[in-house]
């Protein structure tokens, strides 16, 4: 166990050097892994790079384990979570894929919890985007699930640690939630509070 740690841990690492060889290791170890642990280990190394591989694998995984939910919520993890340049519209492209539920939870959490933690330049786009995919979905949860929603707004409550132009943007999103006509009582708690810190 703790040899197959270290070689996850080993290629994880060399995946982020973006290098052809990292790229053919992962893809090896995916193709010829017979335990989950090392399938997931270089599904993840892959999903940070740019390569035809890393495509294949997705869809290969997905066609494998698309009857298997809480298996499909890590293939939504993974993808969310990428150190990819486009993890953006990756993130966009998984919200309107036919797994994704408004209405599960675990799905909604698989995306969201991975996108604003595991990647920073990610959710912290200088452009602000990553902030409107999430207050977007704040108030698209909101209407269905208020604690869920709220949860999910707690992930853009934080905006006082971060330098004064992203403050200022995930502020700007935090008042258009709290704007929202028919706003849960949940929603509103979390952000109003939010708001009402000086930073």
Known sequence: MGRRSLK???LGLLCQLQGKE???????????????????????????LECAEREQSLERFYKAWKHDALVIDKWFAIQAAAHHPQVLQHVKTLLKHPDFDILNPNRVFSI???????????????????????ADYILKIDAKNAQVAARIARLLSRFKQFEP?????????LERVAAQAGLSRDVFEVVSNSLAVRT
């Open 8 to 10: 996850n841990a080993c």
């Open 165 to 173: 132009a992203r403050q200022a943007l995930m502020r700007q999103e």
């Open 112 to 134: 969201f919890r991975n996108f604003t933690h595991a990647y920073p330049l990610g959710f912290h786009h200088k452009s602000g985007e990553g902030y409107r995919i999430v």
């Open 22 to 48: 990292s790229e053919t290791l992962a893809f090896e170890q995916y193709q010829s892994s017979t335990n989950m642990t090392d399938t997931i280990a270089a599904l993840g190394a892959l999903s940070h």
